[in-house]
């Protein structure tokens, strides 16, 4: 069993509890399918459920959690047990000196807690053979999403296909440039879409070095959707993260001679892929919106300097440096989130932060706020450490996912619930990844 990440060899475990994973393996493919088209549900097919489905993979978790404790699996390690005491304390600081709102903290405690260990399940029902079907899964389903992206950009923010959360007739969409907005897709904000494109474009890369594990035809196709959805998303977060994603594949093609074929292939075709799309008039357009977003946001923020300095490097070390003017307890656990603060009267505000790590600073306490930081930190560390690792013994597809997944652990918003999903799903694809690739007993 886990008690942090580490390399297992694989040992054939009792029927009871191959039984319980099967069960654990489909409440997690169920987590997912909830993940990514939750938003839809939300907005097109069941507007009066908005708000019980914004919660709609928490039962999903807890059955998770059910299932794979009773099999007799370890459910506390290193870090789960860390998280889940401090999490009490600043419950029970909440209540007696913060702000007093037992469901407000409630909801505190579950953001921080609750989904988090999907990362060590996953990391132990799950294979690197699971992984890549997952992965399989997303890169089909990434053209149907960039298309719906399209028709979106494309459409006014009164029409059907962008209706908010709960069949909002004002639009789901945030603002671009030019006239033109950020489209949601399938998701109930725009960054449930980015974040989607994230992890998609890491899956993309990865198999454009494994070949061999995917139907080619649509690879193709999913590398065209991957990079159309870059000036259609109009997403600056999403054309950082596909550099990202551009460069660990340059890395990981490094490894042997036929990772270097692979790579050449894709320098091949890539630029193949991008005349053609640069001459599709809907792409031109969607080209001049995203430069226009990036010189917009470049006089306002001073450049990418500023972007990357002031916004990014900055937000995390002000949550050790910056004095809030909050207690030592904080201002309250689930204070900082979109659903505390709407309990609290003040909707759509930030309470404490909009930055993460400062976020949690502030609601927790910096006593028990920076050893969940701190906490998060030594994940990602260790995940990293041993995804090179993975790398050298040729599995690229730790690596590969840590492109995404290393930021999406260690600093993405877990306030809130779409984005903590993808933060935790990433981060259990990486611990599952580094498992055996097949089992001799394994059964969907």
């Known amino acids: ?8 060899p ?3 475990p009792p029927a009871q509890v191959l039984a319980a994973d099967r069960f654990t393996r489909r409440m997690i493919y169920l987590y997912i399918f909830f993940l990514l088209f939750e938003g839809g549900l939300r907005k097109w097919v069941v507007p009066g459920l908005a708000a019980p489905l914004l919660l709609v993979r928490d039962p999903i978790m807890l059955l998770i959690i059910g299932s794979y404790w009773s099999a007799g699996r370890r459910f506390f390690n290193a870090y789960t047990l860390p998280l889940l005491v401090l999490g009490l304390l600043s419950f029970l600081l909440s209540l007696a000196f913060a702000h007093g709102n037992i469901y407000i903290a409630l ?45 979106q950009f494309y459409s006014p923010q009164t029409a059907w296909v962008n209706r908010g959360v709960g069949g909002d007739a004002e639009g789901s969409g945030f603002s671009g440039a030019l006239g033109y907005f950020r489209a949601s897709g399938t998701f109930s904000f725009t960054a449930g879409l980015t974040t989607f494109y994230g992890l998609a474009a890491a899956f993309v890369f990865y198999f454009l070095g494994a070949m061999e594990r ?11 959707a991957m990079l159309a959805a870059i000036p ?18 340059v890395l990981a093609s490094l490894r042997n001679a036929k990772s270097v074929r692979n790579l050449l ?19 031109q357009t969607a080209i001049e919106v995203l430069v226009t977003r990036f010189e917009l946001a470049a006089k306002s923020e001073g450049g990418l300097e500023g972007t990357l300095g002031d916004r990014f490097l900055g937000g995390l070390l002000s949550a050790f440096t910056s004095d809030q003017g909050v207690p030592w307890y904080g201002a309250g656990l689930g ?40 906490l998060r930190i030594a994940l990602g560390t260790q995940m990293s450490l041993l995804s090179i690792q993975s790398l050298l013994r040729d599995n690229a597809l730790p690596f590969m996912l840590l492109s995404f997944g290393l930021l999406q652990v260690l600093q993405a918003s877990w306030s809130s619930p779409t984005t903590l999903g993808f933060s935790v799903l990433t981060g259990g694809l990486i611990v599952a990844s580094f498992n055996d690739f097949s089992r001799p007993d394994y059964a969907t």
């Open 214 to 224: 995917i139907n080619k035809l649509w690879l193709l196709i999913g590398v065209a």
């Open 232 to 249: 259609l998303s109009i997403s600056r977060g999403y054309f950082f993260q596909f550099l990202l994603c551009g460069f660990f594949f």
């Open 1 to 8: 069993m886990y008690t942090t990440i580490r390399h297992i």
């Open 265 to 283: 292939i894709g320098l091949a075709v890539t630029p193949v892929l991008l005349l053609v799309l640069i001459n599709v008039p809907a792409v």
């Open 335 to 374: 204070l900082g989130t979109n659903v505390g603060a709407s309990l609290y009267g003040k909707a759509n505000e930030f309470l404490v932060a909009e930055e993460e790590w400062k976020r949690v600073a502030g609601e927790m306490g910096p006593f028990l706020g920076i050893p969940v930081i701190l």
């Open 107 to 151: 909801f505190g405690f579950r953001t921080l807690f609750l989904h988090f260990p999907l990362i060590f399940i996953m990391g132990n029902v799950l294979t690197r053979q699971d992984v890549e079907r997952i992965g399989r899964y997303l890169v089909y389903v990434l053209p149907l999403i960039t298309l719906l992206n399209g028709l």
């Open 10 to 12: 694989y040992v054939s």
